[in-house]
């Protein structure tokens, strides 16, 4: 089975630029995960996504963030205008939600941003 | 109470030797902890996980221990080796609502050859 797949991998933009992350899911996981995670921190969700509805959004700084999931396949997040504090990695996750060994989530390789 | 603190930050451990990483909670309503291992360059990847309703789960060489009254946890690796050198995160999380992680800061394991 493929993995969550992420793209790009590395992304270097002045600040105040913008820049788009994008992640294709596990098929068929309805639930789908963006995270932070700042260097030598864990990671933190910034928005999660049951199908092509919001969740979970209360960490997601919604005046520069915001992100979407049409179809309730494939996602994007996009940052705009960027800030020096946004470096960091962005991962997606995704998982099937429910109970037991479908709690699991699974992660892509993350998107390395730096905001110079 | 939605933190996770984990310790320690760091932790170097001899070949062979057993590397031992805690983690505590305060939400009561968390019902739900994996621990996650990551390599550098790469996204976390589920390492083994318990639910409350056991005291200690083993999977090879990696066990974890709850302690429901203390409201913490641990991730034991036994007989640890070099390619256990990765950061590890545990998390929690409930199983009503969103289903949502909070993870802990992470430590960072190095294990000599």
């Known amino acids: 089975e493929a993995g969550v797949a992420q793209s790009p991998r590395y992304k270097i933009i002045e600040k105040r630029q913008s820049v788009a992350f994008w992640c294709n899911p596990i098929?068929?996981?309805?639930?789908l995960y963006w995270y932070q995670q700042i260097l030598g921190q864990g990671p933190k969700l910034l928005i999660q996504f049951q199908n092509n509805g919001v969740v979970d959004d209360s960490q997601l700084p919604k005046d520069r963030f915001s992100a979407e999931r049409l179809k309730g396949v494939d996602s994007t997040l996009k940052i705009q205008p960027a800030k020096l504090e946004d470096s960091a990695v962005y991962l997606c996750?995704?998982?099937?939600?429910?109970?037991?060994?479908?709690?699991?989530?699974?992660f892509g390789p993350g998107t390395r941003l730096t905001v110079l | 109470q939605q933190q996770v603190k984990q310790s320690p930050q760091s932790l170097i451990v001899q070949k062979g030797g057993i590397s031992i990483i805690n983690c505590a909670y305060e939400?009561?309503?968390?019902?739900?902890f994996p621990w996650y291992q990551q390599f550098p360059g790469k996204g976390p990847a589920l390492l083994i996980a318990i639910r409350p309703d056991v005291s200690e789960k083993k999977e090879g060489r990696f066990t974890i221990s709850f302690n429901k009254s203390a409201k913490q946890f641990s991730l034991h690796i036994m007989d640890s080796q070099p390619g256990d050198s990765a950061t590890y995160f545990c998390a929690a999380s409930m199983k009503s609502g969103t289903y949502k992680y909070i993870f802990g800061t992470g430590t960072r394991l190095k294990v000599l050859a």
């Open positions: 996750a995704s998982s099937s939600l429910g109970t037991g060994a479908k709690d699991e989530q699974f």
């Open positions: 939400n009561t309503a968390f019902d739900y």
């Open positions: 098929s068929g996981h309805a639930t």
